[in-house]
């Protein structure tokens, strides 16, 4: 009897210790992270900027708040832009918009960070307005990364009008000369949006205007005639690609 009261008396003893020890380590934590917050501070921005885009691999936001710090210098956009992706990656959509709204600085970056976490959250049509209203701005042009985004939200909504209109201005936009080399990515993207809205002899058009076309390319057209019951012409493409 006098062993079994001696175990649990241990027994609590050591559940006390653990618990104290889990403060002390809470507040070590807590002393550390004002410690490196200081210490980035003293650094500068661009040393932060640096440093955030990783924590979206830990899918831990409080990671990315440590970090920053009270309160978020958004002056500078990189840090901004940098925010966006990792609020958005960890699945936060609503702090990758806010931070967009705080920034007081935006570029392109930003705008494409903003479109691209409305797409990973499964949101074309909010995508699309973003880009409308950053058209509308007029001081920020988009590049080959905000027509690729806009092309996939139009080719998840089975939108071809818009789609049409984002490859009008891609080509009056970003390629005046004639002879300038088509971006693949944007190519990929505008087959695969063809291909989807059933319009398969752009989708080809478009694939033959690839210089080299990769898997994807391939894939999108492939993927187009079998979707659409055109058995034969997907064979011939899969042949192909050998």
Same mark, same amino acid.
């Given at each position: ?51 955030? *885009? ?41 702090? +990758? ?97 063809? +291909? ?16 080299? *076309? ?16 055109? +058995?034969?012409? +997907? ?8």
């Amino acid at each position: 009897m006098k062993l079994l009261l001696l175990r649990i008396t241990n027994a609590k003893s050591s559940s006390v210790s653990r618990k104290d020890t889990s403060k002390e380590d809470q507040v070590k934590d807590k002393h550390l992270r004002v410690q490196r917050w200081k210490q980035l501070s003293g650094e500068g921005m661009s040393r932060r900027s640096s440093i955030i *885009p990783g924590h979206h691999l830990l899918k831990k936001r409080h990671i990315g708040d440590d970090v920053v710090g009270p309160p978020l210098n958004t002056r500078d956009p990189c840090v901004g832009n940098n925010l966006i992706t990792m609020y958005s990656r960890s699945g936060s959509l609503s702090r +990758a918009l806010q931070t967009f709204e705080d920034m007081l600085v935006q570029d392109v970056v930003s705008w494409n960070a903003l479109i691209t976490a409305y797409l990973r959250h499964a949101r074309p049509h909010e995508a699309i307005n973003a880009f409308q209203h950053m058209i509308c701005e007029g001081c920020i042009h988009p590049d080959h990364v905000t027509f690729v985004c806009i092309l996939k939200s139009c080719s998840t909504l089975r939108q071809i009008s818009k789609g049409r209109d984002t490859h009008s201005m891609y080509l009056l936009t970003l390629m005046p000369c004639p002879t300038e080399r088509w971006n693949i990515h944007f190519c990929n993207a505008l087959v695969d949006m063809y +291909a989807k809205s059933s319009q398969l002899y752009e989708a080809q058009d478009m694939f033959s205007r690839i210089p080299s *076309p990769d898997p994807i390319s391939w894939n999108s057209l492939i993927h187009g005639y079998s979707e659409h019951l055109y +058995a034969e012409e +997907a064979l011939q493409c899969f042949f192909q690609m050998q």
